[in-house]
């Protein structure tokens, strides 16, 4: 029996990790992959403060190790199932069950992908899912940003900061974002909007070059030249696991509290899986850190 069993490894869970252990619970982080979660995949990192420029794999392996040090268990292993209610709580890993007085869900999302020829090969050479991590690389660049909702609509008004052009590709005739950043961003004299267009391959050579593009209404084809793709086609959080808890919102994101509790006593949430404005590796880290220390609140209240 855990105090705390922590789903995924990723910032949010190894921060929980790390301040579960420190309060000296007994800890299990229940991580699919490699510890570090989509920091993994990140080449660059230059907005975790304390660290002008550290590769992803690296500030992983530094929160991991600290947890390990700390009598942190690791398990490796995908959450299938949970029995979220009473005492004790219960996790299917595969074929065996893990039991804990409290959980904290830091399981993530994924951006979704584009799925068109050159996105897999241009993935850190151009091609980019977090304009706030990426967006200081195209200073006087013409960009692309691809989607049509909030965040494809206020991430392209952010990469204006640096970018000389962002060029806006929407698959219909209208935004989905919601009128006030619409409004912002139809005034924004570099932003352009590229309606009726889909991509159909981004093109480049060692790094993007542009993108070829069809028109939806036409069906035409031409080739845009640019040097940057930001994807923002939404966002699938990883909760499959947790249908019918009753804890998720319609998008299947995690509803919490401020103090990252969920409608389920001793269930807490932290990080990308949690209905949140801001999806980075320190607001992660910081969730992590509140589950953790209200799950110490929750079981000595037991
Ligand atoms: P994740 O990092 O997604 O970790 C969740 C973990 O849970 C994963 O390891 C996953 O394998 C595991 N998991 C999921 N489901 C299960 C299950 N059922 N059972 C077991 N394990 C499970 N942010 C920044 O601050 N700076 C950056 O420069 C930056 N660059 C980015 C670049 C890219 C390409 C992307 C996609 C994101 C970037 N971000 C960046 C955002 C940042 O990576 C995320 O906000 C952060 O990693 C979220 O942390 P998390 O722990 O909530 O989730
Ligand atoms: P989203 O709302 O799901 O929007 C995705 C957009 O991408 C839609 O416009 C969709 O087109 C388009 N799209 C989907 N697949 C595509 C494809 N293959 N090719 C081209 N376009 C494609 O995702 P999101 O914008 O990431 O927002 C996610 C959630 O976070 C939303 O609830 C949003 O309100 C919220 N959010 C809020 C804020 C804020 O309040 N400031 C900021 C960011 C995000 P269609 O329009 O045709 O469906």
């Given at each position: 029996?855990?105090?705390v069993?922590?789903?995924?490894?990723g910032?949010?869970?190894l921060?929980?990790?790390?301040?579960?252990?420190r309060?000296?619970?007994?800890?299990?982080?229940?991580?699919?992959?490699?510890?570090?979660?989509?920091?993994q995949?990140?080449?660059d990192?230059?907005?975790?403060p304390?660290?002008?420029h550290?590769?992803?794999?690296?500030?992983s392996?530094h929160?991991?190790?600290?947890?390990?040090?700390?009598?942190v268990?690791?398990?490796t292993g995908?959450?299938?199932?949970?029995?979220?209610?009473?005492?004790?709580?219960?996790?299917?890993?595969?074929?065996?069950?893990?039991?804990a007085?409290?959980?904290?869900?830091?399981?993530?999302?994924?951006?979704?992908?584009l799925?068109v020829?050159?996105?897999k090969?241009?993935?850190?050479?151009?091609?980019?899912?977090c304009?706030?991590?990426?967006?200081?690389?195209?200073?006087g660049k013409?960009?692309?940003?691809?989607?049509g909702?909030?965040s494809?609509?206020?991430?392209?008004?952010?990469?204006?900061?640096?970018?000389?052009?962002?060029?806006?590709?929407?698959?219909r005739?209208?935004?989905?974002?919601?009128?006030?950043?619409?409004?912002?961003?139809?005034?924004?004299?570099?932003?352009?909007?590229?309606?009726?267009?889909?991509?159909?391959?981004?093109?480049?050579?060692?790094?993007?070059?542009?993108?070829?593009?069809?028109n939806?209404?036409?069906?035409t084809?031409?080739?845009?030249?640019?040097?940057?793709v930001f994807?923002?086609?939404?966002?699938?959080?990883?909760?499959?696991f947790?249908?019918?808890?009753?804890?998720?919102?319609?998008?299947?994101y995690?509803?919490?509290?401020?103090k990252m509790?969920?409608?389920?006593?001793?269930?807490?949430a932290?990080g990308?899986?949690?209905?949140?404005?801001?999806?980075?590796?320190?607001?992660?880290?910081?969730d992590?850190?509140v589950?953790?220390?209200?799950?110490f609140?929750?079981?000595?209240?037991?």
């Amino acid at each position: 029996m855990y105090d705390v069993a922590i789903i995924g490894g990723g910032p949010a869970g190894l921060a929980a990790g790390l301040y579960g252990a420190r309060s000296n619970l007994k800890v299990l982080i229940i991580e699919r992959g490699l510890p570090g979660g989509q920091m993994q995949n990140t080449l660059d990192i230059e907005n975790y403060p304390g660290f002008k420029h550290i590769l992803g794999p690296d500030l992983s392996a530094h929160m991991h190790q600290q947890t390990v040090e700390l009598g942190v268990e690791w398990k490796t292993g995908e959450v299938t199932g949970v029995q979220l209610e009473g005492q004790p709580k219960v996790l299917q890993v595969g074929s065996e069950e893990v039991q804990a007085k409290a959980v904290i869900i830091a399981s993530g999302a994924l951006p979704k992908y584009l799925e068109v020829p050159g996105e897999k090969e241009f993935q850190g050479r151009g091609v980019s899912y977090c304009a706030t991590c990426d967006g200081a690389f195209f200073k006087g660049k013409h960009v692309f940003v691809v989607g049509g909702g909030d965040s494809a609509v206020e991430e392209g008004m952010f990469l204006t900061q640096y970018a000389a052009k962002v060029s806006v590709l929407v698959r219909r005739d209208t935004l989905k974002a919601q009128p006030y950043l619409q409004e912002r961003a139809f005034k924004n004299p570099k932003m352009e909007f590229v309606w009726n267009t889909v991509v159909e391959e981004i093109l480049g050579e060692g790094k993007v070059t542009g993108v070829r593009v069809r028109n939806t209404v036409d069906g035409t084809t031409e080739v845009l030249e640019g040097d940057g793709v930001f994807v923002y086609i939404g966002f699938y959080p990883n909760s499959t696991f947790l249908q019918g808890t009753g804890v998720l919102n319609d998008s299947g994101y995690v509803i919490t509290d401020a103090k990252m509790a969920t409608a389920i006593p001793g269930v807490f949430a932290a990080g990308d899986v949690r209905d949140t404005p801001m999806r980075q590796i320190v607001t992660a880290s910081a969730d992590g850190a509140v589950a953790a220390m209200s799950a110490f609140e929750y079981i000595q209240s037991l």
